[in-house]
């Protein structure tokens, strides 16, 4: 194929069609008004799918019992606004108890999980480390292979940890998927900066707290985020592993009250007397377990892209 040359002084002649740049393929495109407009009525659709079961629950929690009581049930409109739901339920009763025990269960899992999991991470990502190899395979079979329930309830009540709080952590302490993605993370961190830190007399505990973690402070907050919320919603634990009623997380409590209909110790006085309405109850208490996820989760979504994706592609 010969291309057209032009002549001095002569106009440029048209180029070759065949010769320009291959199209792109379709995702990359600009859209058409018809295709941003339909994307962006999808995108509405799918907000208002999720936020309009939120606000009905918000709403209700928050309305008296006869609003309730006209409505026939949930509550759409709000109307009379009171919060006699939640000062009632954080008025030191066994709701109260179950929120304190599931903030520090959730703060004291995600810093042991997180700090297994980074020492780990770091050791397999340095190929030069003691059993690298067999330590990664065994723990990828994890991931494919398990003992079952009963095995793991066996051990956790040999181990004496039954009626234990230690029962909610360490059953589910380690995820090796955050494991891998933390890894992957910091294989990509430059090897030459690890050798002059090396160099400098640095040993691996200095340059993990000082170089790595700094770096990675984007996969970090996204792994800590997953940690976090799998312990706050965790509830199979301590349905499977404690006895007493009083140790039980607030997740628990929420099944009882939700599910069983059994209103929690000290308001169920109140539910009957008419002082309160138990659906305002169940919606207080089902806001209460929404809540922590819903405000600590727009402040770690800008670190997801980041953090999970060069995680998952280096690794």
């Known amino acids: 194929m010969t291309a057209v040359l032009d002549e001095p002084g002569a106009a440029p002649a048209r180029r070759d069609r065949r010769w320009s740049a291959p199209p792109r393929p379709v995702w990359e495109e600009k859209p058409t008004p018809a295709g941003a407009a339909g994307k962006g009525l999808v995108l509405v659709l799918a907000c208002l799918a999720i936020l309009f079961p939120l606000w009905i629950v918000v709403v209700t929690s928050l309305s008296s019992r006869g609003t309730i009581d006209e409505a026939g049930g949930l509550v759409m409109v ?3 606004i009171t919060f006699v739901a939640y000062e009632e339920l954080l008025s030191g009763g066994q709701v109260t108890r179950a929120a304190v025990i599931s903030v520090l269960v959730t703060l004291v899992g995600t810093l042991f999980s997180m700090t297994v999991s980074v020492l780990c991470a770091y050791g397999l990502s340095r190929s030069g480390s003691l059993g ?3 330590f990664l ?10 003992a079952g329930l009963i095995p793991t309830y066996l051990l956790v009540q040999t181990l004496g940890l039954t ?3 230690l029962a909610l952590i360490l059953p589910s302490a380690v995820s090796v998927f955050n494991i891998l993605v933390l ?3 910091f294989m990509g961190i430059s090897q030459e900066l690890i050798d002059s830190a090396r160099i400098d007399g640095a040993g691996d505990f200095r340059i993990l707290w000082q170089i790595v973690m700094p770096l990675s402070r984007a996969v970090l907050a996204v792994i800590t985020l997953f940690y976090a919320v799998g312990y706050w919603s965790a509830w199979f634990n301590a349905s499977l592993y404690l006895n ?3 140790m039980m997380p607030l997740q628990n409590v929420m099944i009882q009250l939700v599910q069983k209909q059994e209103a929690p110790v000290g308001l169920g006085q109140a539910i009957k007397t008419g002082e309160l309405s138990g659906l305002a109850v169940q919606m207080a208490v089902m ?6 996820v819903a405000v600590l989760s727009p402040f770690v979504q800008k670190h997801f892209r ?3 994706l060069t995680g998952a592609v280096k690794g």
Not at 287 to 292: D, F, Q, T, W, Y
């Open 306 to 308: 980041k953090g999970m």
């Open 137 to 146: 395979l065994m723990l990828l079979a994890t991931m494919f292979f398990s």
């Open 287 to 292: 806001v209460m377990a929404l809540l922590p």
């Open 132 to 134: 690298h190899r067999w």
């Open 78 to 80: 709000p109307r009379d």
């Open 244 to 246: 007493d009623q009083d």
């Open 183 to 185: 890894r992957g993370f």
């Open 163 to 165: 009626d234990s709080y």
